[in-house]
């Protein structure tokens, strides 16, 4: 017998909780139509015990950590748009975020490991806007403060990548795989749910 994903059981779990409830509402509505409908019960109600929450405790065990993953994330079209001066058109901010981002699956140039990200970034999209002729635009007072943002963005990722370094955590759940090791590798995982 092939065995079932984690998902998969606490999903089969959850609608055996959903399913319980209401075969106690239906047995509940049974009753009532009994009591009501015999003289000696009449006067009394059926009982009204019902399961508002249930705790399944899962035995589980750390079986390996991965190594931190050596992958630095590229600036996005969506950080670019927002990074972007506001005193842009809209439009033209939207479509300056794609050209930006297909710009940077190009030459892959754009990642946040790039220490010259903000400058390259600018240099880009400074070009751009001298193409498109924009009427209005301070350079001068824009630029550099695009420049300081994405610089901040980068900082930022750099700061928490180092400190938290991104790892994966595999667990064994499986009986067979749990009666392998002993049982100080063993935790229990209480899960708790709210079935009302």
């Given at each position: 017998?092939?065995?079932?994903p984690?998902?998969?059981i606490?999903?089969s779990?959850?609608?055996?909780f959903?399913?319980?409830?209401?075969a106690?509402?239906?047995?509940?509505?049974?009753?009532?139509?009994?009591?009501?409908?015999?003289a000696?019960?009449?006067?009394?109600?059926?009982?009204?015990?019902r399961?508002?929450?249930?705790?399944?405790s899962?035995?589980?065990?750390?079986?390996?950590?991965?190594?931190?993953?050596?992958h630095?994330?590229?600036?996005?079209?969506?950080q670019?748009?927002?990074?972007?001066p506001?005193?842009?058109p809209?439009d033209?901010?939207?479509r300056?975020a794609?050209?930006?981002?297909q710009?940077?699956?190009?030459?892959?140039?754009?990642?946040?490991a790039n220490?010259?990200?903000?400058?390259?970034v600018v240099?880009?999209?400074?070009?751009q806007?001298?193409l498109?002729k924009?009427?209005?635009?301070?350079?001068?007072?824009?630029?550099?403060?695009?420049?300081q943002?994405v610089?901040?963005l980068?900082?930022?990722?750099?700061?928490r990548s180092?400190?938290?370094?991104?790892?994966?955590?595999f667990?064994s759940?499986?009986?067979?795989e749990?009666l392998?090791?002993?049982?100080?590798k063993?935790?229990?995982?209480?899960l708790?749910?709210?079935?009302?």
């Amino acid at each position: 017998m092939e065995a079932l994903p984690l998902r998969e059981i606490l999903a089969s779990l959850l609608k055996e909780f959903e399913a319980a409830g209401v075969a106690a509402d239906v047995s509940r509505e049974h009753w009532r139509q009994v009591y009501e409908s015999n003289a000696l019960l009449k006067e009394f109600a059926p009982s009204r015990l019902r399961i508002t929450e249930a705790t399944i405790s899962l035995p589980l065990a750390l079986s390996e950590i991965t190594a931190p993953k050596n992958h630095t994330p590229m600036l996005t079209s969506q950080q670019l748009l927002r990074l972007l001066p506001t005193t842009l058109p809209m439009d033209l901010r939207e479509r300056l975020a794609l050209e930006a981002a297909q710009y940077i699956q190009k030459t892959k140039r754009m990642t946040f490991a790039n220490k010259n990200l903000a400058s390259t970034v600018v240099g880009f999209l400074a070009e751009q806007v001298r193409l498109q002729k924009v009427q209005n635009f301070d350079q001068k007072a824009e630029w550099p403060a695009l420049q300081q943002r994405v610089e901040q963005l980068r900082a930022d990722f750099t700061n928490r990548s180092s400190q938290n370094p991104e790892r994966e955590a595999f667990f064994s759940y499986q009986t067979e795989e749990l009666l392998k090791m002993g049982s100080d590798k063993i935790t229990r995982f209480d899960l708790k749910i709210a079935i009302d």
